[in-house]
């Protein structure tokens, strides 16, 4: 019961944003594949950030999972 | 655009075609035009990797099927917004085979087209016989495959 | 030339669930891309008024990235990254109660030069309706060695415009302190950690997409800072990202706005906000402008001490300033440039921490630290 309660906050902006969705067809999604328009459009520069402020906050976590550790915190 | 068509589906006759070339002004070029012949329509877009893997596959089988003497074309369908982009693709690998442009979507919307690139083998007749959607390098075979039997019933 | 949107999408989108999905019937990469990037940055010296003793000199480090991006048969795309650090300068051992104004901070002595090697391998097998990938990696320096491994998994959904992914990932660190017999330092310590993620994407319509992420990072063993004096942390930590992207192209103007939050709380007490914008400006066909800003604030550990107390031994505290109260601002411009199959990018970035900017409870620490990087990258497609 927990676990399914802690997806609510994934579920509940989907669902938010659905509401205001078009269905976009296959053949109108040039825009959405234009590099600049991915969720990561630079993965190297990703990386490096989220090294980065590994090293220096307290926060880590994003839109996957952990990679290994460092000797930085 | 909200409405979703019925997607063509094989064994159905394939739906009209009408439209500009994409490269040259002129035009209309009709899908009718070319009954008689086995065609390859293919909807493709500069964005997209997989369609672009097929062009010069596609431009080869095409080639070696016509010196072979087989009736067969195909006919590709740029949906870019910007046609100007898949121009600019075409520049840099020209294909033989006649392009035309539908930057408002509406030969896909007829064929319901769900995924890109799709392609559709359609027979003499005018008759779907093939859907075939995404590409990979293998694939080229097994439409050239394919073509090669729908030529061989026919003869 | 090849088009541009070919070369980024060989070279980042397909690497990622959820991506390549949103625009495209998911597909391998078509072609190989190799990337080298070098990232410097220093960060600023230890103000003189916090400096009790030591070098107020703190890190520089220098990076460099490697990665490789290739089809494997039809069906799998492999990415090889790799990263060499070096770093050298000091940093802070620990506070001593205010004797003289504000002097509080005791830096490590002699100038640290440290190296680190890392090592990623990802092969992810592309599906009709989605894609899955196993991931290995290792980071090394002369104290330090870990190993990880992962997987992960996206599905479409809604011909195709929804993607729900999810991964796990552990690894383990072994912890080997140099100089322990000297300053009694641990010499054989280890921690392993456990993560997992789920995460929703969706096209909102022809020009945005969402996607909304839950991450738990779960730490046993030793997660104490060896090099620190009268450092004492607990043995164990977990850790809760929520993370929500917001990708919208602005078609009149040619460019692409980046919006990101993410809330994070874990159980050393540490809460924190991460806002980014980033402005993709496209300009003509071969160059690209990006201002990008950062927001983030933090509350203290519950055991975070600004001094140490070194009564306190054996009980969770510390005066790391990573565990302090605190925001930081930061903003940087990228300019990119893409001539035929290469493309070349440079950034700068300046971060800049105070104990005002943030909107968490909790002290400070006058140790924060600010710094300036700079990054020079290449891209090449074959």
Not at chain 1, 19 to 30: D, F, L, N, T
Not at chain 3, 121 to 137: E, K, P, V
Not at chain 3, 177 to 201: G, Q, Y
């Amino acid at each position: 019961m927990k676990k399914s309660l802690a997806l609510l906050p994934l579920i509940i902006p989907a669902g938010l944003v659905c509401s205001s969705c078009q269905p976009v067809q296959a053949w109108e999604r040039g825009t959405l594949a234009k590099p600049e328009m991915a969720i990561d459009a630079d993965p190297m520069e990703t990386t490096l950030n989220t090294h980065i402020f590994f090293s220096k906050e307290a926060s880590n976590g994003g839109h996957n999972a952990a990679g290994g550790g460092c000797g930085c915190n | 655009m909200c409405f979703m068509v019925q997607a063509a589906e094989k064994g159905e006759i394939a739906p009209a075609v009408a439209l500009p070339l994409l490269q040259d002004s002129g035009g209309p070029v009709l899908l009718a035009e070319y009954e008689g012949q086995i065609i390859y329509l293919d909807f493709w877009a500069s964005w997209c990797p997989p369609c672009l893997v097929s062009m010069p596959i596609m431009n080869e089988i095409r080639n070696r099927l016509q010196d072979e003497g087989i009736a067969f074309e195909v006919l590709a369908v740029n949906v870019d917004s910007h046609p100007e982009d898949g121009i600019d693709f075409l520049l840099d690998s020209p294909v033989d085979f006649v392009v035309l442009s539908d930057p408002e979507g509406t030969s896909p919307a007829a064929y319901g087209v769900r995924g890109m690139p799709t392609s559709y083998l359609i027979d003499p007749e005018g008759k779907i016989v093939m859907v075939h959607e995404g590409f990979k390098r293998s694939d080229g075979e097994k439409i050239e495959q394919k073509i090669l039997e729908m030529a061989g019933n026919s003869q | 030339m090849k088009s541009r949107s070919l070369i980024a999408l060989t070279t980042s989108a397909l690497a990622l669930p959820g991506i390549t999905s949103t625009a495209n019937a998911d597909s391998p990469p078509t072609e190989s891309s190799f990337g080298y990037r070098v990232s410097t940055y220093e960060e600023d010296n230890l103000p003189e008024e916090f400096l009790f003793l030591g070098d107020p000199e703190r890190y520089d480090i220098t990076i460099h990235q490697f990665q490789l991006v290739t089809p494997v048969g039809e069906n799998y795309g492999l990415t090889l990254s790799s990263s060499y650090e070096s770093m050298s300068g000091a940093s802070p051992w620990y506070a001593l109660p205010v004797f003289e104004g504000e002097k509080s901070i005791v830096m490590s002595g002699a100038t640290i030069h440290e190296q680190r090697r890392d090592y990623n391998l990802s092969l992810r097998r592309y599906q009709d309706n989605g894609n899955y990938a196993f991931s290995i990696g290792t980071s090394r320096e002369n104290d330090y060695y870990s190993w990880s491994g992962g997987f992960d998994i996206a599905r479409n959904f809604n011909n195709d415009l929804a993607t729900i992914a999810g991964g796990v990932s552990v690894s383990n660190d072994d912890i080997n302190p140099t100089d322990a017999a000297l300053f009694n330092r641990v010499t054989d310590e280890s921690k392993r950690t456990s993560s997992a993620f789920v995460s929703v994407s969706q096209i909102i319509d022809q020009n945005s997409l969402f996607q909304s992420s839950l991450n738990m990072t779960r730490h046993k063993g030793f997660l104490t800072d060896p090099y620190k004096l009268g450092d004492t942390r607990p043995d164990s930590r977990t850790q809760w990202a929520w993370s929500n992207a917001y990708r919208r192209f602005v078609n009149s103007l040619d460019a692409a706005l980046h919006l990101d939050v993410r809330f994070y709380n874990d159980d050393f007490g540490v809460n924190s906000l991460t806002l980014n914008a980033a402005w993709y400006q496209n300009l003509g066909d071969n160059w690209q402008i990006t201002p990008s800003i950062r927001y983030y604030s933090q509350s203290a550990a519950d055991f975070f001490t600004p001094v140490n107390d070194f009564s306190l031994y054996g009980v969770p505290n510390s005066s790391d300033y990573r565990l302090a109260s605190y925001g930081a601002v930061s903003g940087g411009l990228q300019v990119q440039t893409f001539i035929d199959d290469m493309s070349l990018v440079f950034k700068i970035e300046r971060y800049v921490t105070d104990a005002d900017y943030s909107i968490h409870n909790g002290q400070s620490s006058p140790a924060l630290v600010n710094f300036t990087r700079m990054s020079l990258g290449v891209s090449y497609t074959f």
